[in-house]
């Protein structure tokens, strides 16, 4: 699975920042296409997503 080789990142800063964002997309493919019922807690989720885009 090439996209979980994505996750793993160097000592470095920014690609722990690049491979944290990775797992972030992997899990909501891997959470979308499993069929299973989670609670999205959306707000939660998009505040994350936007801390961790606004991250320098």
């Known amino acids: 699975m090439p996209e979980l080789r994505q996750t793993v990142a160097t000592a470095d800063r920014d ?3 690049r491979a944290l964002k990775a797992a972030v997309e992997l899990y909501r493919k891997v959470r979308d ?3 299973v019922a989670v609670e999205r807690r ?3 989720e998009r505040v ?9």
């Open 15 to 17: 690609d722990c920042l």
């Open 33 to 35: 296409s499993s069929g």
């Open 42 to 44: 959306t707000e939660a």
């Open 48 to 56: 994350v997503a936007e801390f961790l885009t606004d991250f320098k």
